[in-house]
C-alpha cells in the first residue's frame, strides 16, 4: 500500500463500487441456479461463490477502503472496508456450506460435525442489515447514486437472510441484487469519468439528496468543547465510526448466541473474525492519525472479541464432550480484561459523555465475562451486556459518521466532562506527592515512549495472566487459554511490530517481536502440547530454544534501560517468565513461583499500559514511568551530544525562525515537503551542501535539486526559458513534480550564487516548488535552498519526522517536525530541457503518474496552438 502514487486512490470509491457490483452479481447468479435445487445440493456452486466473494467483495474493497481513508473520505473508507467484512463473511459461510454438503454427500470424505449454518449466518445478516441502513442514509448526505447501492444492499441482506428458510426468497434477493449491479456500474462509471475529466460527466455525485445539515443544529458549546479536544489531521479520514460499527456487529453476534439462538459458534467465530480485521484497520488509521487513545481502544476492543469468539468456538465445536463448557474453571484473563476496561473509563474522562458511557458498557460486559457466575446465568447476564452495548455502539457508530461528514456536532455526543488542563492536574496528582515542589516537576513534552507502547502492554499483560490457566486447571481446561495467549500475544503483537516500523525505528519492532516468540512457544508446549503428544523435554529442542529466548532477552533488557523505568522492569519480569519456562522444560517448575511470576509480571504490564497511554494522550509525562537508566549514568558530554539536534514543533512561527536561522548560519535540517521529508541546506553554503552527501552518504555523481517558493520568484530574475516551458511550469507549479531545466548565470540571480557548482550537474538543473505552505515560508525566509530526500543512500523515503530523527538526527543540527508526511513517496522527475522540441522525459515517477503529467504537458502545447 505504500508504494501506491497519489494517483492511484485519486477515486478509489470505482474500485469499491465495483466489488460491490461484482459480488451482488456472484450471489445473484447463485440464487437463480440454486432456487430450483436444494441449497444442499450446490456444494461446489457455494464454494466456488464463497471464494470469488473472498477475492473480490473482501480483498478488492478493502483496498478500495484503504485508499478512500487517505483520500480523507469517511464515508467510503467506512462503508467500504465494513461491506468488505460482509463480503468476505457470507463467502466463508458459503464455503462453510458447500463443504458441509459435500462431506455428506460423498461417502469418501470424511465425516464432519453437523454444523448449524443457517441460524449462525443469520445472527451476522441482521447485524449487517442494521449497520447498511446507517450507511445508506449517511451516503444520501453526500450524493445520490450510493443510497441506491447501500439501500439495494440493505434489502437483498434482508431476503438473504429470509432465504436461508425459504427459497423464495432467493428470487427476490436476486432481483435486487441487479440493482446493485446496475447502480454500482453506474456510479463506477461516473466516478471514473470524473477522474478522467476531473469534471462531473455524468450526474449522481457531488450532489446530495438532502444536506447533512438538516439532521440537527451543532450544540454550540458541544462543538466549541470538542473542537479544543479534537484531533484534527487533514491527511485520513477519521476511523472512529469503523471501530463503532465493528464493535456492534460483534456485539450483536455474541448476544444472539448468548440468548441461545446458534448451538454452536462454528460460523459466529468466522464472522466475528472477519469483523475484526476491520477493527484492526480502524486502529490502524487511528494511529497514523497520530490518535494513540482509539488506536489502542479499537485494538482492545478487537482482542476482546477475537478471544471471547474463539474461546466459545472450542467450547462448541472442538471439546465435543457434553459437559464440558458447564464444568471448565473460570478463565483467570478475564481479570485483566475488566481491569484494562476501567483503565479506559478513567482515561476518557477528559472525552464527551458518550464516549465514556461507551466504555462504561464495555466495562460491564467485561464483568458479565468473569466465569464465577454460574454457567447459565453468566450467558444470559453476558448477552443482556452484549446487547446493551450493541445498542450504544450502533448509535456512536451514527453519531460519529454524521459529525464527521458535516465537521460539526449535529448528532448529540454530550459535552467534555472535565477539560484536558484539569484532567492533566489530576494525573499529576502522583507526581506532586513524590516532588517536594511545584518547581521540581519536569513535565517534558519529549517523551521516550511511542504510540505502540500501550498496545505492547496490554498485549503481553493479557497474554501472562491467561497464561497462569495452564498451572490452574488440566489439560482439557487449559486448551481452552489457547486464543487468550495466542491472540494477545503473538498475532496483536505482530500487529505492534508493524506500528513500530511505521515509525521509522529501526530497532523498536525488535522487543514485541521476540515477545511474541516466546508467547507462541509457550501456547505450543503449555498449552497444545498435550493434544500434540510433546513432552516438556521432548528432544531437548524446547530446553535450547528457552535458553536462547533468554540470552535474547538479555539484550533486550540493555535497550529497555535506555528507555524507562517500566519497561525495564517488563524485560526483567520477561527474564523471569522465561526462566519458568525453562524449568518447565526441565521438569523442575514450583507451579506457585510460575503464578507468582506471571500476576507480578501482569501487574507490571498494567501500570505499563496506564502511564504510557496517559502520557501519550498528552504528548507529556504525567504519571511516571521513571527516567533512563543508561541516561542517568551518562557523563554530560552524551547529554550535548543528544541535544545538539533541535527538534521544533512545525505549528509555531518561532519554529520556523529557528530553522531558517539555522539555515543560515550553515547548518543542515530535516524539513517537510509536500511529498516526503527532505535534507535542506542554504544556497549560500556550498559547505552545508557538501555535508548533505556525507550525511546521506550519496554518490556524488548524483545532482541536488533546488526549492524555491514560487514560480514569480523565477520570473523577477527572467530566465531565458521558451514560452512553452512557462507553460508547462505553470501547470504544474506549485506541486509534486521536479523539472530538470538547462542551467545558465540565471541562477546566480535567483541566490544561488557561491553554490552554482554544488547544486544540478554541469548542464542542468532540477527545480521543486512544493505545494507545502510550511516549505514555502521557510523558504521565503531564507531564499533558495538546496534539498533531497532525507533517507540514508538507498533507503527507503522518510514519511515521518521520527523516521528523520531516527536515521539522521546524530548528523544533523535540526529536524523540523510536522507528523506524516503528504506524500509515501517522491516527487516525480521530469527532464525539460528538450521540451522545446516538443518531448519531455520521465526520470522518476513519483508521487504523481507519469499518464497525468503527459496530459499536462499536451495542454501546454494546446495552449500554444491557440495562440
Keep these: 500500500m505504500e508504494g ?87 463467502g466463508a459461510t458459503r464455503i462453510v456450506l458447500g463443504s458441509d454438503s459435500l462431506s455428506q454427500n460423498n461417502s469418501s470424505m470424511p465425516a464432519l460435525p453437523e454444523i448449524p449454518v443457517t441460524e449462525s449466518a443469520v445472527s451476522g445478516l441482521v447485524a449487517y442489515i442494521v449497520i447498511a441502513f446507517i450507511l445508506s442514509f449517511c451516503s444520501a448526505t453526500v450524493n445520490y447514486i450510493m443510497p441506491f447501492v447501500f439501500g439495494a444492499i440493505t434489502l437483498t441482506l434482508i431476503f438473504e437472510a429470509v432465504g436461508l428458510f425459504g427459497r423464495w426468497a ?93 448451538k454452536t459458534f462454528y460460523v459466529g467465530a468466522i464472522w466475528i473474525s472477519i469483523n475484526v480485521l476491520s477493527q484492526i484497520c480502524s486502529s490502524y488509521y487511528s494511529f497514523l492519525r497520530d490518535d494513540v487513545y482509539y488506536g489502542t481502544k479499537f485494538a482492545f476492543h478487537g482482542i476482546f472479541w477475537l478471544v471471547k469468539s474463539w474461546e466459545e468456538f472450542i467450547l462448541t465445536f472442538v471439546l465435543t464432550s457434553g459437559d464440558v463448557a458447564k464444568s471448565r474453571e473460570p478463565m483467570v484473563g478475564d481479570w485483566f480484561f475488566l481491569a484494562a476496561a476501567c483503565v479506559f473509563c478513567f482515561l476518557s474522562l477528559n472525552k464527551d459523555v458518550l464516549e465514556i458511557i461507551h466504555n462504561i458498557a464495555f466495562a460491564l460486559m467485561t464483568v458479565s465475562t468473569i466465569q464465577q457466575i454460574p454457567f447459565m446465568p453468566s450467558y444470559i447476564f453476558f448477552g443482556i451486556t452484549s446487547s446493551i452495548f450493541t445498542a450504544i455502539s450502533l448509535y456512536t457508530t451514527f453519531a460519529s459518521l454524521v459529525n464527521s461528514i458535516a465537521e460539526k456536532v449535529l448528532i448529540p455526543i454530550g459535552n467534555i466532562v472535565i477539560s484536558s488542563a484539569k484532567f492533566q492536574d489530576v494525573l499529576m496528582c502522583g507526581r506532586r506527592h513524590l516532588k517536594k515542589s511545584d518547581q521540581e516537576l519536569n513535565v517534558t513534552e519529549n517523551l521516550t515512549s511511542r504510540s505502540s507502547d500501550p498496545l505492547f502492554y496490554l498485549c503481553n499483560g493479557l497474554a501472562a495472566i491467561s497464561a497462569i490457566q495452564s498451572s490452574l486447571s488440566d489439560h ?84 529497555a534501560a535506555h ?16 526462566v519458568c519456562f525453562l524449568l518447565f522444560t526441565l521438569e523442575r517448575l514450583p507451579l506457585p513461583l510460575e503464578i507468582t511470576v506471571l500476576s507480578v509480571f501482569g501487574i507490571f504490564c498494567l501500570y505499563g499500559l ?45 519554529s520556523l525562525r529557528t530553522i531558517a536561522q539555522i539555515l543560515e548560519g550553515g547548518g543542515v535540517c530535516g524539513i517537510p515537503t509536500d511529498t516526503v521529508y527532505a535534507l535542506a541546506a542554504s544556497c549560500k553554503h556550498p559547505d552545508a551542501i557538501s555535508r548533505i552527501y556525507t550525511i546521506k552518504e550519496r554518490p556524488s555523481v548524483k545532482p541536488i535539486c533546488i526549492c524555491i517558493s514560487n514560480l514569480e520568484q523565477l520570473r523577477v530574475i527572467q530566465p531565458p526559458f521558451s514560452p512553452l516551458l512557462w507553460r508547462f511550469m505553470d501547470l504544474v507549479y506549485p506541486g509534486g513534480i521536479s523539472c530538470i531545466v538547462p542551467k545558465g548565470e540565471w541562477l546566480k ?22 505545494d507545502h505552505t510550511i516549505t514555502a515560508h521557510l523558504t521565503d525566509m ?5 534539498i533531497t530526500s532525507a533517507n540514508p543512500s538507498g533507503e527507503s523515503d522518510s514519511t515521518h519526522h521520527d523516521m528523520v530523527i531516527t536515521r539522521l538526527s546524530h548528523k544533523l543540527d535540526a529536524v523540523l517536525c510536522d507528523g506524516y508526511s503528504n506524500e509515501l513517496v517522491g516527487s516525480t522527475v521530469v527532464n525539460c530541457t528538450k521540451i522545446d522540441e516538443g518531448s519531455i522525459t520521465i526520470l522518476r515517477e513519483g508521487c504523481v503518474a507519469a499518464a497525468k503529467i503527459m496530459q499536462l504537458f499536451e495542454r501546454a502545447k494546446n495552449t500554444q496552438d491557440m495562440l
Design 476 to 559: 482439557t481446561q487449559a486448551y481452552l487459554a489457547i486464543p487468550w495467549v495466542l491472540v494477545p500475544g503473538t498475532i496483536i503483537q505482530l500487529y505492534v511490530c508493524r506500528m513500530d516500523v511505521q515509525g521509522g525505528r529501526k530497532f523498536g519492532s525488535v522487543l514485541p517481536f521476540c515477545y511474541s516468540a516466546v508467547w507462541a512457544t509457550w501456547v505450543w508446549l503449555r498449552l497444545a502440547g498435550p493434544s500434540l503428544n510433546l513432552s516438556a523435554n521432548n528432544d531437548g529442542g524446547f530446553t535450547a530454544g528457552a535458553i536462547a529466548f533468554l540470552v535474547v532477552n538479555v539484550f533486550l533488557i540493555a535497550l
Design 749 to 770: 540571480r535567483l541566490g544561488v550564487g557561491a553554490a552554482y557548482d554544488k547544486v544540478g550537474t554541469q548542464d542542468s538543473i532540477m527545480i521543486r516548488v512544493p
Design 610 to 654: 496506564l502511564g504510557s497511554l496517559a502520557n501519550c494522550i498528552f504528548n507529556k509525562e504525567l504519571i511516571l514511568m521513571g527516567p533512563a537508566i543508561y541516561k542517568k549514568q551518562e557523563s554530560a558530554k552524551s547529554d550535548e551530544v543528544s541535544e545538539s539536534c533541535l527538534v521544533p514543533l512545525s505549528r509555531r512561527t518561532s
Design 782 to 786: 531564507t531564499g533558495p535552498l538546496a
Design 563 to 578: 528507555a524507562n523505568i517500566i519497561l525495564l522492569f517488563v524485560t526483567l519480569g520477561m527474564e523471569a517468565v522465561i
Design 4 to 90: 501506491f502514487p497519489a494517483v492511484f486512490y485519486s477515486e478509489p470509491a470505482v474500485l469499491g463500487l465495483l466489488a460491490n457490483a461484482v459480488s451482488a452479481f456472484l450471489v445473484c447468479m447463485q440464487n437463480f441456479s440454486l432456487f430450483n435445487t436444494s441449497i444442499a445440493a450446490g456444494g461446489v456452486e457455494n464454494i466456488l461463490a464463497g471464494v470469488h466473494l473472498i477475492l473480490i467483495g473482501g480483498v478488492a474493497q478493502l483496498i478500495a477502503g484503504f485508499l478512500s481513508f487517505r483520500k480523507y473520505d469517511h464515508l467510503s473508507g467506512t462503508s467500504f472496508i465494513a461491506f468488505s467484512a460482509l463480503w468476505s463473511s457470507y
Design 170 to 262: 432467493l428470487v427476490v434477493s436476486g432481483v435486487l441484487e441487479l440493482i446493485i449491479v446496475l447502480c454500482g456500474l453506474y456510479g463506477a462509471a461516473a466516478l471514473l469519468l470524473k477522474g478522467i475529466t476531473q469534471r462531473y460527466v455524468l450526474p449522481g455525485f457531488g450532489n446530495a439528496l438532502f444536506n447533512v445539515l438538516l439532521l440537527g443544529s451543532a450544540n454550540r458549546s458541544s462543538s466549541s468543547t470538542v473542537g479544543e479536544e479534537k484531533k484534527k489531521n487533514t491527511k485520513y479520514a477519521e476511523p472512529m465510526a469503523l471501530g463503532y460499527l465493528c464493535d456492534t456487529i460483534s456485539a450483536f453476534i455474541m448476544a444472539f448466541y448468548c440468548f441461545g439462538y446458534m
